[in-house]
């Protein structure tokens, strides 16, 4: 890992002041600018950003500039807010995401991101001699991926084949590079509100342990 200068922060939920994703990945990052003050975080609120399209036109300019022809100057300006978003991850040391399970998945907005920033020779170099996991340009990041799910998914609830959250997340960060992905979810936020604190608390006491160990390999990169 590289010393934490720059995080970006996704925030997925519309739910803001109630969202259990949110209050979690605030206390988290509360905890990594206390023990890393100079540390910049650009939060990237999805609902509040104004992602392109991702429709005929900018997919005819991406083909445009990788067939190596002069884009129209439509297709320039319309490709430049895709580089804009991909430099503004492209630039963090550190990619925090919190999301809640939505139909299992994850919400549109953040899978629009993902396919924003998926773009080959940007973030991915397809190669026919290695599999997908090896595809990635953006090395050298870690990625904290916080997420909140009215029910479970849990290892051992039997139902572990409906995660299209945690393990799609998983691989698309590896897909583009991010080797080294922690995910912590807090569960059963919608059945379960009796035991709602013990699981909030434990998985702040998970984040605080994953803040620690980032902060720690942040100074020994600092000091090699
Ligand atoms: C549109 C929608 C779909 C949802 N789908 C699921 C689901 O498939 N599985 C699940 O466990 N919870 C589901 N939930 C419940 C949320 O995951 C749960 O309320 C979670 O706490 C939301 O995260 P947040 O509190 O950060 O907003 C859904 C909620 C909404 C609004």
């Known amino acids: 890992m590289k010393p934490l200068n720059k ?3 996704i925030e997925a939920s519309p739910r803001k002041e109630r969202s259990h994703s949110i209050a979690l ?6 905890g990594i600018q206390t023990a890393n003050p100079d540390v910049e975080i650009d ?3 999805l609902w509040a950003t104004d992602l392109p399209a991702f429709n005929g ?6 083909y445009a500039l990788l067939n190596g022809e ?6 320039a300006r319309a490709w430049k807010s895709v580089t804009q978003v991909i430099d503004r991850i492209a630039d963090a040391d550190l990619i925090v995401i919190s999301t809640p399970m939505w139909n299992f998945g994850v919400p ?3 899978k629009h991101l993902i396919d924003i920033i998926a773009q080959p020779g940007y973030t991915y170099q397809p190669r026919a001699d290695a599999p997908y996991e090896n595809w990635g340009l953006l090395s050298g990041k870690s990625a904290v991926v916080i997420t909140a799910r009215g029910g479970t998914v849990a290892p051992g609830s039997g139902v572990e084949d409906w995660d299209f959250q945690a393990r799609y997340l998983d691989y698309a960060l590896k897909f583009v590079g991010v080797q080294d992905v922690t995910q912590v979810a807090v569960e059963l936020t919608a059945v379960d509100k009796d035991n709602l604190p013990d699981r909030q608390a434990a998985a702040a006491q998970t984040l605080s342990e994953v803040a620690a160990q980032l902060t720690n390999k942040s100074a020994a990169s600092a000091a090699a």
């Open 7 to 9: 995080i970006i922060y």
């Open 25 to 30: 990945a605030t206390q988290f990052l509360a």
């Open 70 to 75: 002069d884009p129209t100057s439509d297709q």
């Open 43 to 45: 939060r990237m609120d």
């Open 108 to 110: 549109y907005v953040l």
């Open 57 to 62: 036109a900018l997919i005819d300019a991406k």
